[in-house]
């Protein structure tokens, strides 16, 4: 049986003010393509499909279009599930639709799946709030999956009934797919487990994150979760929610972060990224397979001590998105930006590394006219408080938006 694992999508998500719908209808083309020759069975996309709880139409399009194209028609089953960034009754409320293509969709870690027939080649054998069984096309042996959805700490508490601290949730966690795997899991088919969590190996160090991946633990959320949690049936444990490809020790199985599809911050400048392939039969170790993609842009942060050798790497290197460190003695000129940015259509940021400031500027600082434009003593504050750097016309045009607001 091949399974095609892939997650963190982020669809409608920019970088800065650049728009990346186009690379994301790109690398998701690659991914069909990658599924239809591998002759996969079963794609797990495992969670975070938007990047917001209410994406634009755009957006809504490309996850649908590319959902049902997954299919192959309806000869392949597709499993999604919500993550933090989802609108779990947003994913949800396609059902309906899903059911017409062959694509299941799990919005909250106790879903359950009520529809017994898909109209597709496939077969829902069994469900239970939090688990599916499914009978492909061309396998006699089922597929049994844990589905576990992003879940904050309040959803966690009512989902698993515990009003107590991390480890009692921990604890219901674990006894939830317990339970699950004790009544529908055993060597007679391959059992799976999808989630959006922070997961990591008990006592060992945190997994790499993004920055806009910060850890559930750290922003409040649910609790991490431990791989020795995973209920040993479990051969494969599909994972989502951190952006690099990463595979977690300590878990009965293999345990994979199959990686977001772009690079979206700068955290992750210059990384491969991933969709992962696995081989499986029931009661046997699964083959896992990491599939470079090679659609979109790269992200690259040089750093340079002069200008020009910032200006020619950016005409050397056009097809990247660029976040640059200039180290100076003096602060750059408008002209100077003017420069850099010119020199590439991709410049996100300009970081400005003042090293060698002169000492009469050090000592005293240039007396304030304030008889200039609020917009203008904005611009002064904000390059004095940034090393020279001026704010970006949309920081700009939000203070204006706020001048306005202000005066009505």
Not at 47 to 56: A, E, H, K, M, S
Not at 107 to 129: H, I, M, N, Q, W
Not at 267 to 273: G, H, I, R, Y
Request: hydrophobic letters at 35%.
């Amino acid at each position: 049986m091949k399974i095609l694992h892939t997650a963190d999508w982020h669809l409608g998500k920019r970088l800065q003010d650049f728009h990346r719908l186009q690379e994301q209808r790109d690398v998701l083309t690659e991914i069909v393509q990658a599924a239809n020759r591998e002759d996969v069975d079963l794609v797990l996309v495992a969670g975070d499909l938007f990047d917001t709880f209410n994406p634009d139409p755009q957006a809504e399009d490309l996850l649908y279009s590319t959902l049902k194209e997954l299919t192959a028609g309806g000869r392949r089953v597709v499993v999604a599930i919500a993550g933090n960034h989802d609108n779990p009754d947003r994913i949800e409320a396609q059902d309906h639709f899903g059911r017409e293509c062959g694509i299941i969709f799990a919005g909250f870690p106790k879903t359950e799946v009520r529809s017994y027939e898909l109209s597709c080649d496939a077969k829902l054998l069994r469900s239970a709030p939090g688990f599916i069984e499914l009978k492909l096309p061309r396998h006699e042996a089922p597929v049994r999956i844990l589905l576990t959805p992003y879940a904050n700490e309040s959803r966690m508490r009512s989902y698993f009934g515990m009003t107590g601290l991390d480890d009692q949730l921990r604890l219901s966690l674990t006894g939830h797919w317990a339970s699950l795997a004790d009544t529908y899991m055993d060597d007679q088919g391959v059992n799976l487990l999808v989630a959006h969590l922070f997961v990591m190996k008990r006592g060992g160090e945190q997994p790499e994150e993004s920055d806009d991946e910060r850890s559930i633990l750290q922003i409040g959320g649910a609790s991490v979760v431990y791989t020795d949690m995973i209920p040993t049936q479990v051969q494969y444990t599909a994972l989502g929610h951190l952006h690099r490809y990463q595979e977690m020790a300590g878990g009965p199985g293999r345990v994979v972060y199959s990686s977001s599809p772009l690079a979206y911050s700068f955290a992750e400048a210059d990384q491969q990224k991933y969709i992962v392939l696995i081989e499986a039969e029931p009661g046997q170790a699964v083959i896992v397979t990491p599939i470079p993609l090679t659609t979109g842009k790269r992200l690259l942060r040089p750093r340079f001590k002069r200008v020009d050798e910032a200006v020619e790497w950016l005409q050397q290197n056009p097809n990247c998105y660029a976040e640059i460190t200039l180290q100076t003695p003096n602060y750059l000129t408008s002209d100077e930006r003017r420069q850099l940015q010119r020199a590439h259509e991709s410049l996100v940021t300009i970081i400005p590394d003042v090293r060698e400031v002169e000492e009469t500027e050090q000592e005293s600082a240039p007396a304030i006219d304030l008889t200039q434009s609020m917009e203008a003593l904005f611009i002064s504050y904000f390059k004095n408080k940034n090393k020279g750097q001026e704010p970006n016309e949309r920081l700009q045009h939000l203070f204006r938006e706020i001048l306005a607001t202000e005066s009505e």
